[in-house]
């Protein structure tokens, strides 16, 4: 099964979310971020400027980056603990 790394590209304290990308085989960059939403915290996709568009459900095969900061821990581990 093909594992699809998500990198850590920032934290967004404001908008209460931490932002990845993936690169595709391609070459584009496909953009998503945890948000918390009504005291969970559930996985997006988001436009290439980085607005959350629509919610999805996690694939068992991606792999999160851990943000370096501590708000962006909190989150991962709230959505972590979640699933």
Known sequence: ??????????????YCRVQYYYVTPSGNKAHYCLMEDQSQVKMYRCSQ?????????????????????????ELYACFLGGI
């Open 1 to 14: 099964m093909e594992t699809y790394g998500l990198t850590y590209d920032y934290t967004d304290i404001g």
């Open 49 to 73: 400027d980085g607005e959350a568009d629509y919610q999805i459900k996690l694939k068992e095969n991606c792999i999160f980056e851990t943000p370096p900061d501590e708000y962006g821990k």
